[in-house]
Protein backbone atom coordinates (compact mmCIF):
# COMPACT_ATOMS: atom_id res chain seq x y z
CA UNK A 1 0.00 0.00 0.00
CA UNK A 2 1.26 3.70 -0.27
CA UNK A 3 1.57 5.81 2.99
CA UNK A 4 1.48 9.50 2.47
CA UNK A 5 2.75 10.79 6.12
CA UNK A 6 3.72 13.59 7.77
CA UNK A 7 5.18 12.16 10.84
CA UNK A 8 8.78 12.41 11.69
CA UNK A 9 11.14 10.16 9.98
CA UNK A 10 13.03 7.64 12.05
CA UNK A 11 15.95 7.34 10.44
CA UNK A 12 17.77 4.89 12.55
CA UNK A 13 15.20 1.93 11.60
CA UNK A 14 16.21 2.26 7.82
CA UNK A 15 18.96 -0.19 6.39
CA UNK A 16 19.11 0.45 3.06
CA UNK A 17 16.22 2.37 1.98
CA UNK A 18 14.18 -0.08 3.62
CA UNK A 19 12.80 -0.41 7.31
CA UNK A 20 9.73 -1.76 9.65
CA UNK A 21 6.46 -0.81 11.29
CA UNK A 22 8.73 1.67 13.51
CA UNK A 23 10.01 3.89 10.26
CA UNK A 24 7.90 6.80 11.21
CA UNK A 25 7.45 8.08 14.97
CA UNK A 26 4.17 10.03 16.48
CA UNK A 27 5.80 12.99 15.92
CA UNK A 28 5.44 15.72 13.06
CA UNK A 29 7.98 15.23 10.19
CA UNK A 30 11.58 17.23 11.83
CA UNK A 31 10.96 19.83 8.84
CA UNK A 32 7.14 20.63 10.15
CA UNK A 33 3.56 19.34 9.96
CA UNK A 34 3.19 20.53 6.30
CA UNK A 35 6.45 18.22 5.18
CA UNK A 36 4.77 15.00 3.86
CA UNK A 37 6.84 11.64 2.44
CA UNK A 38 5.76 9.03 0.80
CA UNK A 39 6.60 5.16 1.36
CA UNK A 40 5.48 2.11 0.16
CA UNK A 41 4.55 -0.56 3.26
CA UNK A 42 4.01 -4.58 2.48
CA UNK A 43 3.28 -6.86 5.11
CA UNK A 44 5.22 -10.41 4.41
CA UNK A 45 3.35 -13.29 4.45
CA UNK A 46 5.76 -16.14 3.37
CA UNK A 47 9.48 -16.98 4.30
CA UNK A 48 10.85 -16.51 8.00
CA UNK A 49 9.76 -13.44 8.07
CA UNK A 50 6.08 -14.23 7.91
CA UNK A 51 4.29 -11.57 9.53
CA UNK A 52 6.92 -8.55 9.39
CA UNK A 53 6.32 -5.50 7.63
CA UNK A 54 8.65 -3.55 5.32
CA UNK A 55 8.74 -0.26 4.70
CA UNK A 56 10.33 1.54 1.59
CA UNK A 57 10.78 5.16 1.34
CA UNK A 58 10.32 6.64 -1.73
CA UNK A 59 13.42 8.73 -2.64
CA UNK A 60 12.97 12.40 -3.15
CA UNK A 61 15.54 14.06 -6.36
CA UNK A 62 18.15 16.71 -5.43
CA UNK A 63 16.27 18.86 -7.71
CA UNK A 64 12.85 18.46 -7.32
CA UNK A 65 11.20 20.17 -10.48
CA UNK A 66 7.20 19.40 -11.90
CA UNK A 67 8.33 16.65 -13.89
CA UNK A 68 10.22 14.58 -11.43
CA UNK A 69 7.89 14.81 -8.17
CA UNK A 70 7.71 11.31 -6.04
CA UNK A 71 3.58 12.12 -5.81
CA UNK A 72 3.00 12.60 -9.59
CA UNK A 73 5.25 9.38 -10.15
CA UNK A 74 3.63 7.49 -7.33
CA UNK A 75 0.18 8.55 -8.16
CA UNK A 76 -0.09 7.79 -11.63
CA UNK A 77 1.13 4.55 -10.82
CA UNK A 78 -1.27 3.93 -8.37
CA UNK A 79 -3.60 4.50 -10.97
CA UNK A 80 -2.32 2.13 -13.38
CA UNK A 81 -2.02 -0.89 -10.69
CA UNK A 82 -5.56 -0.29 -10.12
CA UNK A 83 -6.45 -0.42 -13.37
CA UNK A 84 -4.48 -3.75 -14.25
CA UNK A 85 -5.86 -5.03 -10.86
CA UNK A 86 -9.67 -3.76 -11.20
CA UNK A 87 -9.68 -2.40 -7.98
CA UNK A 88 -11.31 0.67 -6.52
CA UNK A 89 -8.96 3.04 -3.91
CA UNK A 90 -9.67 4.24 -0.72
CA UNK A 91 -7.74 7.28 0.66
CA UNK A 92 -8.37 6.63 3.91
CA UNK A 93 -7.64 9.10 7.34
CA UNK A 94 -6.97 7.45 10.92
CA UNK A 95 -8.20 8.66 14.10
CA UNK A 96 -6.87 9.10 17.41
CA UNK A 97 -4.42 6.75 19.35
CA UNK A 98 -3.06 4.85 15.76
CA UNK A 99 0.47 4.76 16.05
CA UNK A 100 2.18 4.37 12.95
CA UNK A 101 1.79 0.28 13.17
CA UNK A 102 -1.82 0.36 14.72
CA UNK A 103 -2.50 2.37 11.19
CA UNK A 104 -1.16 -0.19 9.08
CA UNK A 105 -2.75 -3.09 10.54
CA UNK A 106 -5.98 -1.39 10.10
CA UNK A 107 -5.11 0.15 6.98
CA UNK A 108 -4.16 -3.74 5.97
CA UNK A 109 -7.85 -4.82 7.23
CA UNK A 110 -9.60 -2.61 4.72
CA UNK A 111 -7.94 -3.41 2.10
CA UNK A 112 -8.22 -7.12 2.71
CA UNK A 113 -12.25 -7.17 4.03
CA UNK A 114 -13.30 -5.02 0.94
CA UNK A 115 -10.70 -5.85 -1.89
CA UNK A 116 -9.85 -2.25 -2.24
CA UNK A 117 -6.43 -0.67 -2.28
CA UNK A 118 -5.77 1.81 0.38
CA UNK A 119 -3.65 5.18 0.42
CA UNK A 120 -3.27 6.13 4.22
CA UNK A 121 -2.95 9.74 5.02
CA UNK A 122 -0.55 8.84 8.59
CA UNK A 123 -0.68 11.98 10.64
CA UNK A 124 1.02 11.65 14.15
CA UNK A 125 -2.22 10.93 16.63
CA UNK A 126 -0.50 8.50 19.23
CA UNK A 127 0.39 11.73 21.34
CA UNK A 128 1.71 9.42 24.54
CA UNK A 129 -2.22 7.67 26.34
CA UNK A 130 -5.84 7.88 26.36
CA UNK A 131 -5.94 10.43 28.11
CA UNK A 132 -7.31 14.23 28.55
CA UNK A 133 -4.23 15.53 27.76
CA UNK A 134 -3.03 13.74 24.79
CA UNK A 135 -6.49 14.08 23.20
CA UNK A 136 -6.39 17.77 23.11
CA UNK A 137 -2.57 17.09 21.77
CA UNK A 138 -4.23 15.09 19.04
CA UNK A 139 -6.74 17.53 17.87
CA UNK A 140 -4.08 20.27 18.11
CA UNK A 141 -1.50 18.10 15.35
CA UNK A 142 -4.66 17.28 12.95
CA UNK A 143 -5.43 21.09 12.81
CA UNK A 144 -1.12 21.64 12.08
CA UNK A 145 -1.87 18.89 9.66
CA UNK A 146 -3.87 20.67 7.34
CA UNK A 147 -1.99 22.13 4.72
CA UNK A 148 -0.52 18.56 4.55
CA UNK A 149 -3.90 16.73 3.67
CA UNK A 150 -4.22 19.77 1.04
CA UNK A 151 -1.38 19.34 -0.85
CA UNK A 152 -1.89 15.52 -0.73
CA UNK A 153 -5.27 15.45 -1.96
CA UNK A 154 -4.38 18.52 -4.79
CA UNK A 155 -1.44 16.26 -6.16
CA UNK A 156 -3.92 12.95 -6.02
CA UNK A 157 -6.54 14.88 -8.22
CA UNK A 158 -3.85 15.54 -10.50
CA UNK A 159 -2.40 12.79 -10.93
CA UNK A 160 -5.25 10.29 -10.19
CA UNK A 161 -8.11 10.46 -12.73
CA UNK A 162 -8.91 13.76 -11.28
CA UNK A 163 -10.52 16.92 -12.68
CA UNK A 164 -7.09 18.26 -13.97
CA UNK A 165 -6.13 14.95 -15.77
CA UNK A 166 -8.97 15.03 -18.04
CA UNK A 167 -7.49 12.18 -20.80
CA UNK A 168 -6.77 9.74 -18.50
CA UNK A 169 -10.43 10.45 -16.41
CA UNK A 170 -12.18 9.86 -19.36
CA UNK A 171 -11.18 6.42 -19.71
CA UNK A 172 -10.86 5.49 -15.96
CA UNK A 173 -12.91 3.12 -14.37
CA UNK A 174 -11.19 2.93 -10.87
CA UNK A 175 -13.69 4.18 -8.05
CA UNK A 176 -11.96 6.54 -6.02
CA UNK A 177 -13.52 6.62 -2.03
CA UNK A 178 -12.39 8.74 0.94
CA UNK A 179 -12.97 7.02 5.00
CA UNK A 180 -12.35 9.65 7.70
CA UNK A 181 -12.77 7.31 11.05
CA UNK A 182 -13.23 8.35 14.25
CA UNK A 183 -10.72 12.14 15.06
CA UNK A 184 -9.64 11.79 11.48
CA UNK A 185 -12.76 13.48 10.78
CA UNK A 186 -11.86 16.38 12.92
CA UNK A 187 -8.65 16.64 10.65
CA UNK A 188 -10.94 16.14 7.59
CA UNK A 189 -13.32 19.66 9.20
CA UNK A 190 -10.50 21.99 9.41
CA UNK A 191 -9.47 21.00 6.45
CA UNK A 192 -13.01 21.78 4.73
CA UNK A 193 -13.03 25.14 6.90
CA UNK A 194 -9.66 26.28 5.78
CA UNK A 195 -8.73 28.75 3.36
CA UNK A 196 -6.93 26.78 1.04
CA UNK A 197 -10.15 24.36 0.73
CA UNK A 198 -10.97 24.90 -3.02
CA UNK A 199 -12.83 21.56 -3.37
CA UNK A 200 -10.12 19.16 -4.23
CA UNK A 201 -12.60 16.13 -2.34
CA UNK A 202 -14.66 16.31 -5.75
CA UNK A 203 -12.10 13.60 -7.06
CA UNK A 204 -13.92 11.05 -4.82
CA UNK A 205 -17.10 9.12 -5.77
CA UNK A 206 -17.79 8.62 -2.23
CA UNK A 207 -16.91 10.13 1.43
CA UNK A 208 -17.59 8.45 4.34
CA UNK A 209 -17.87 9.79 8.11
CA UNK A 210 -16.98 7.10 9.65
CA UNK A 211 -17.97 7.04 13.62
CA UNK A 212 -17.30 11.17 13.56
CA UNK A 213 -15.58 12.44 16.59
CA UNK A 214 -16.35 15.79 15.53
CA UNK A 215 -18.97 17.89 17.31
CA UNK A 216 -22.29 17.64 16.15
CA UNK A 217 -24.21 21.06 16.75
CA UNK A 218 -23.49 22.49 13.61
CA UNK A 219 -22.22 19.94 11.35
CA UNK A 220 -24.68 20.52 8.75
CA UNK A 221 -22.28 23.65 7.68
CA UNK A 222 -19.00 22.19 7.09
CA UNK A 223 -20.59 18.50 6.12
CA UNK A 224 -22.52 20.52 3.57
CA UNK A 225 -19.43 22.51 2.07
CA UNK A 226 -17.64 19.66 0.92
CA UNK A 227 -17.76 19.12 -2.88
CA UNK A 228 -17.35 15.35 -3.48
CA UNK A 229 -17.66 13.23 -7.09
CA UNK A 230 -21.38 11.44 -5.76
CA UNK A 231 -22.27 11.32 -2.14
CA UNK A 232 -21.87 11.33 1.50
CA UNK A 233 -22.29 8.84 4.17
CA UNK A 234 -22.52 9.37 8.20
CA UNK A 235 -22.55 6.46 10.37
CA UNK A 236 -23.87 6.64 13.79
CA UNK A 237 -23.94 4.17 16.47
CA UNK A 238 -25.75 6.05 19.40
CA UNK A 239 -23.91 4.08 22.08
CA UNK A 240 -20.25 3.78 20.82
CA UNK A 241 -17.87 3.62 23.82
CA UNK A 242 -14.91 5.93 22.10
CA UNK A 243 -17.17 8.46 21.35
CA UNK A 244 -19.17 8.68 24.97
CA UNK A 245 -15.66 8.94 27.00
CA UNK A 246 -14.98 12.13 24.16
CA UNK A 247 -18.63 13.13 24.97
CA UNK A 248 -18.63 12.81 28.46
CA UNK A 249 -15.15 13.76 29.38
CA UNK A 250 -15.65 17.74 27.88
CA UNK A 251 -17.21 17.93 24.62
CA UNK A 252 -20.28 18.28 22.81
CA UNK A 253 -22.82 15.74 21.69
CA UNK A 254 -20.45 13.60 18.83
CA UNK A 255 -21.92 13.50 15.61
CA UNK A 256 -21.40 9.71 15.10
CA UNK A 257 -22.50 9.40 18.60
CA UNK A 258 -26.17 11.61 17.58
CA UNK A 259 -29.44 10.11 16.11
CA UNK A 260 -30.96 13.31 16.11
CA UNK A 261 -30.62 16.47 14.58
CA UNK A 262 -29.55 14.73 11.71
CA UNK A 263 -30.20 17.90 9.56
CA UNK A 264 -27.45 18.66 6.83
CA UNK A 265 -28.67 18.31 2.92
CA UNK A 266 -25.98 16.62 1.08
CA UNK A 267 -24.85 13.55 3.48
CA UNK A 268 -26.67 10.14 3.49
CA UNK A 269 -27.36 9.37 7.64
CA UNK A 270 -26.74 5.34 8.52
CA UNK A 271 -28.02 5.17 12.22
CA UNK A 272 -26.42 1.26 13.11
CA UNK A 273 -27.07 1.19 16.81
CA UNK A 274 -29.56 -1.12 17.08
CA UNK A 275 -28.11 -3.87 14.66
CA UNK A 276 -27.55 -6.95 15.98
CA UNK A 277 -23.98 -7.14 17.49
CA UNK A 278 -23.04 -3.54 16.82
CA UNK A 279 -23.95 -2.75 20.93
CA UNK A 280 -21.00 -0.38 21.76
CA UNK A 281 -18.79 -0.76 19.04
CA UNK A 282 -16.65 1.94 17.59
CA UNK A 283 -14.82 0.48 14.65
CA UNK A 284 -18.11 -0.24 12.79
CA UNK A 285 -16.22 -0.88 9.69
CA UNK A 286 -13.60 -3.43 10.82
CA UNK A 287 -15.57 -5.45 13.77
CA UNK A 288 -17.79 -8.45 13.37
CA UNK A 289 -21.25 -6.91 13.96
CA UNK A 290 -23.48 -8.18 11.05
CA UNK A 291 -23.90 -8.87 7.71
CA UNK A 292 -25.60 -5.80 6.62
CA UNK A 293 -23.39 -3.69 8.23
CA UNK A 294 -20.64 -5.10 6.13
CA UNK A 295 -22.21 -5.00 3.02
CA UNK A 296 -22.76 -1.40 3.68
CA UNK A 297 -18.53 -0.97 3.83
CA UNK A 298 -18.17 -3.16 1.01
CA UNK A 299 -20.38 -1.53 -1.14
CA UNK A 300 -19.59 2.35 -0.04
CA UNK A 301 -15.63 1.59 -0.10
CA UNK A 302 -16.15 0.44 -3.27
CA UNK A 303 -17.52 3.68 -5.14
CA UNK A 304 -21.07 2.66 -5.31
CA UNK A 305 -24.24 3.21 -3.53
CA UNK A 306 -26.10 1.00 -1.20
CA UNK A 307 -29.51 -0.43 -2.59
CA UNK A 308 -32.61 -1.85 -0.65
CA UNK A 309 -30.87 -4.80 0.26
CA UNK A 310 -29.23 -3.78 3.05
CA UNK A 311 -32.80 -4.44 4.94
CA UNK A 312 -32.47 -1.17 6.37
CA UNK A 313 -35.58 1.28 6.53
CA UNK A 314 -35.70 4.91 5.89
CA UNK A 315 -37.04 7.06 9.03
CA UNK A 316 -38.19 9.80 7.46
CA UNK A 317 -38.36 11.72 11.11
CA UNK A 318 -34.86 11.08 12.03
CA UNK A 319 -33.49 11.28 8.40
CA UNK A 320 -31.78 8.56 8.51
CA UNK A 321 -31.33 4.84 7.50
CA UNK A 322 -31.62 2.53 10.52
CA UNK A 323 -32.36 -1.36 11.41
Known sequence: MLIVTNR??????????????FAFGEQVNAKGPNEIRLAHA?????????????????????????????????????????????????????????????????????????????VAFSWPSNTGGFTTREY??????????????????MKLGAYHCGPFDHDHQKDCEVKLSLMAYSLGNFLLQNYVRDALYENDANIFANI?????????????????AIETG??????????DWVLKWSDTNFQKDRLGRT?????????????????????????????????????FFKTVLNGHRPDNSLELYYDDINNSWRF
Open 136 to 153: RDAKRTAQASVAALDATL
Open 208 to 224: ILCQADVDHPGHQYWVD
Open 230 to 239: KRIYITINEN
Open 259 to 295: GRGLIAHKPDYYDFTDGPGVESTHGLFYADTNDTIKA
Open 42 to 118: KKLKTGPNAGDWRIQLVKEPNNLTADNLPSRHEFSALRKRLQQAGKNCVFFIHGYNQSFQKNLEQSLLIEELYDVEV
Open 8 to 21: NINQDQFENGTANE
